[in-house]
Structure formats: structure tokens, C-alpha cells
């Protein structure tokens, strides 16, 4: 990833007085010219880096503007170390690893063990409990193709279950709601789509590269779009699956009936999405109003138990 090899530099740099640009591509597995670019990145942040010529020569930070290592607080480092450590999780490589160790030799030894228990303080796990095991694979091969500006071609099951053979030109990962996406440039639909991983497969990456386009990145938040388009349904729960309707509103929606039910005013969108929320419930869960919501909940559960009838 370039930012954690643009913060792996400085980090070089503020350890040693002076590098070439050789070893510093040597140390990152990229080409010197991705290093003179990665420099010129560093200098427009702010941090100015000079070039010295000849023998023993190489980049170095202005003496003058050297960075003390005191200037991270403890909770600058276990807010970093917080947040490179959970994304361990799910991105492996040796860029990550490096950066890490670069950023635990900026710890005190005196701070070690306040800055451990802080970075434990959070955890998040971004691999699965089960599932589809090919999400972590592709998560990898995706961001290959990201670095090397590969194409990807898969097979992908669309909505209703559609399935299409695509390939695409990869722009971004994007982790939202417990669910990874890529967003990319869809050669089949000459445009840009978010492609969720779960629902790929035969991923491969093509040995053609492509010349990368300046993108508008996908929206993600539709919650004004949701608002205008939800609605409140009244339903009748089961205590057994109390925990679960806390997944989609909060407490204050739930009115107790009797020692073993609740009433809620549970939100809802009128399409298949919301529909199956409510089937999941199965019998611990009875829509009350209003009546043509109730009305289609009956004919869905009559169809489903018309496929087990003899």
C-alpha cells in the first residue's frame, strides 16, 4: 500500500542519516524511479527530503527540520498501532509487517508496556467466522491487481441471481457493513461498478495492465436515500430473537406484551431485502400492520410451504 510505504520511509529516514535510493527500493521491492516519486510525495506533505550526489551520497531529511522521535505521544503510537495491528487481519504482507516494526522502535522503552495495553484496548477482527472461504484470497489477488494496475476477470452472480462474466479495471477495496467490495471500471458495462467479493468467483488476474483513469469514488452513504424511502412496520416478536431484531433498530422501539413478547416498531423498505429480514425471524416474529405488508408476508410464507407440500 503507498501510504504505509511513504510513512515506512520517513520512518527509515528519521533512523538513518542517509540512504540511496537503490536500497531503499531494494527494501520495498520497487523500482527506484517508484522511489524518486515516493520522495517527491514526501516533500509536497511538507517533510523536505534532499538528494546528495556521489559517493556515500543519498536522501536524507533537512538536518534543520529533522523530526525528534518524541514528537509521537504515547497515544499517537498506540492510535498508529491500533489501527495497523487490526488491519493485519486482513491484509498480509510484508509492507505491513515492516511498518509495524518501524513503529514499535519509536517506542520508549519506558512507554512499552502503557502503549501495549492501549493498542489492545480495541480489537477488530476483519476475517470471518465462516463463510465464504474465498474472500481472503481474493481480498489478496484484488490488491496484486491494484498495485500492478492488472485486469481482473471473474464471473459474478448478480442480482436475482444473475450471472455475468466481467472484466474490470480495480480502483479500490472497500469494507462496508461487515462486507467487502471493490469498486473498479466494468469493461462489460462501460462504466464503474462496487463488486462484492462473496459473490465472485474463477477470479484471475490478467497479464494485460492498464493505464489508470482519474475516478470519482463510489458513493457508500445512502442513508438520506434509506430515509425517504423507509418506513415503520409494527411486528410482534418473540423474546428468543430479541438480540437479533437489535441489529436493525435501537431499544426504545420495543414495548413488552406480556412476560414473553415484545411489540416493535421495526423500519422497513418495501423489497425482497426487507421481506427476507422478516421471514428469518420465522415464527418468533408476526407482522401486525399494516395490512398489505401483512397481506405479502402471508402469500411468501404460503409459497414457501407449497414447495414442501406433497
Given at each position: ?8 520511509i ?50 536524507e531529511?533537512?538536518?534543520?527540520y529533522?523530526i ?23 491484509v498480509r ?16 522503552a ?8 492501549k ?21 489478496q489477488?484484488i ?14 452472480i ?22 467487502w ?9 462501460n ?20 493505464v489508470?483513469?482519474?475516478?470519482q ?10 430515509e ?6 409494527k ?10 431484531v437489535l ?29 427476507d ?5 420465522g ?21 414457501i ?6
Amino acid at each position: 500500500m503507498k501510504v504505509d510505504r511513504l510513512v515506512s520511509i520517513i520512518m527509515t529516514l528519521l533512523d538513518k542519516k542517509r540512504i540511496g535510493a537503490q536500497e531503499l527500493a531494494d527494501m520495498f521491492e520497487v523500482s527506484p524511479r517508484t522511489i524518486y516519486r515516493d520522495i517527491d510525495a514526501i516533500n509536497m506533505a511538507g517533510i523536505p527530503i534532499r538528494s546528495i550526489s556521489g559517493v556515500g551520497g543519498g536522501f536524507e531529511i533537512m538536518p534543520e527540520y529533522k523530526i525528534d522521535k518524541n514528537v509521537f505521544s504515547t497515544a499517537d503510537l498506540s492510535a498508529i498501532l491500533m489501527a495497523l495491528s487490526n488491519l493485519s487481519n486482513m491484509v498480509r504482507g510484508d509492507e505491513l509487517v515492516n511498518v509495524l516494526a518501524k513503529i514499535k522502535s519509536f517506542i520508549p522503552a519506558d512507554k512499552a508496556k502503557d502503549i501495549e495495553i492501549k493498542t489492545n484496548q480495541i480489537c477488530v477482527d476483519l476475517s470471518s467466522w465462516s463463510g465464504n472461504q474465498n474472500i481472503q484470497l481474493y481480498f489478496q489477488m484484488i490488491k496484486t491487481a491494484l498495485e500492478d494496475h492488472k485486469l481482473l476477470y471473474f464471473e459474478y452472480i448478480a442480482h436475482h441471481g444473475n450471472k455475468t462474466v466481467r472484466t474490470v479495471e480495480p480502483y479500490q477495496l472497500v469494507l462496508k457493513s461487515n462486507h467487502w467490495y471493490f469498486y473498479g471500471y466494468c469493461y462489460n458495462r462501460n462504466d464503474y461498478r462496487l463488486f462484492r467479493l462473496s459473490r465472485m468467483s474463477n477470479l484471475q488476474i490478467e497479464q494485460e495492465t492498464f493505464v489508470p483513469r482519474d475516478y470519482q469514488k463510489p458513493i457508500l452513504d445512502f442513508q438520506k436515500i434509506i430515509e425517504t424511502m423507509q418506513i415503520e412496520i409494527k411486528i410482534r416478536i418473540h423474546k428468543s430473537v430479541l438480540d437479533r431484531v437489535l441489529e436493525f433498530c435501537t431499544y426504545d422501539h420495543f414495548v413488552p406484551d406480556g412476560d414473553e413478547h415484545y411489540i416493535v416498531n421495526f423500519p422497513f423498505i418495501e423489497n425482497e431485502y426487507y421481506y427476507d429480514i422478516l421471514l428469518s425471524f420465522g415464527d418468533k416474529c408476526e407482522c401486525l400492520e399494516p395490512l398489505h405488508i401483512r397481506t405479502e408476508m402471508k402469500h411468501k410464507i404460503y409459497n414457501i410451504a407449497a414447495i414442501y407440500s406433497d
